[in-house]
Structures are given as C-alpha cells and as structure tokens.
C-alpha cells in the first residue's frame, strides 16, 4: 500500500504504510518503495508495488500482460481480483482524506525512521502542532 499512497501523492498514507513497510522489511526498502524504485522487493513484491502504482496512475491503461506479470509472480485470478479491489479501495479512502485536507499529524511522523519521513517530500506538510 505504501507503492499505491505515494503514486498517489498522499503524504498522510504513505507515511503511515511506509512506517509499517519499515517495521516488516526495514527502513531503506520502505524508503525505496516510497521512492519507486523498490530495491530490496523480492520479485512477487516488485510485481504487487508495480501493480498498486499502475492501477492508482492509470487504471484504464493496464492491459492483459500487466496481470500476467501478477499471474507469473504466483498470484491467481481471485487473489489479484483482491488486491485490485483493495487498491482501489485505498484510492477512495486517501482521496476522501486529501480532499478534506487532512494533514498528517505529528505524532505518525516524529515515530517514523528518518528515511521513511525524507522519501515522503509530497503531498500535505506534517502538521505542525506538536505532538502531545
């Protein structure tokens, strides 16, 4: 989720799933995903992030190939049918977010690895209350 938030420009989403990238797979491959280059993906890993962005940037571009890289990746037809459903899913939550113009708050951001907070340099400012 972390690719499909910051595809989307979503500050507040990226860092809140980069964080959790950063906790399962450490700090630089979160950093990596958030910045699209996905280093330290396993190829089924690099098939679900390349999917997320392409279906957030342009869902009416994927084409047959694009799902068969998902299908060559060991995924089956009903397991990408959910993980397209909860990208999408993803892009109305974070669009309803941006658009009443959450900010993302303060205490996600001071807890975060310095490498998640500097690839996210899109989207909304942290807020700038301080954390209680």
């Known amino acids: ?8 420009g979503d500050a507040y989403c990226s ?5 959790k990238l950063a906790g ?3 700090d630089d491959v979160a950093a990596a995903v958030l910045g699209g280059t996905d280093a330290g993906l396993d190829p089924a890993e690099k098939a679900l992030a390349a999917w997320a962005r392409q279906v957030t940037r342009d ?5 047959e190939p694009d799902v068969q ?23 109305a939550f974070s669009t309803v977010n941006d658009a009443l113009g959450a900010l ?10 310095a490498a998640v ?7 909304r400012p942290v ?6």
């Open 15 to 19: 860092l809140a799933w980069g964080g």
């Open 69 to 91: 890289v998902l299908r060559d990746a060991g995924f089956d037809d009903g397991q990408i049918f959910g993980i397209t459903l909860f990208v999408g899913l993803r892009i």
């Open 104 to 113: 993302p708050d303060r205490a996600l951001a001071d807890g975060l690895p």
């Open 24 to 26: 399962e797979a450490g």
């Open 59 to 63: 869902p009416n571009g994927t084409r």
């Open 127 to 132: 807020d700038p209350t301080p954390a209680p």
């Open 1 to 8: 989720m972390a690719a499909c938030a910051s595809a989307l």
């Open 117 to 123: 907070r500097g690839a996210v340099g899109f989207g």
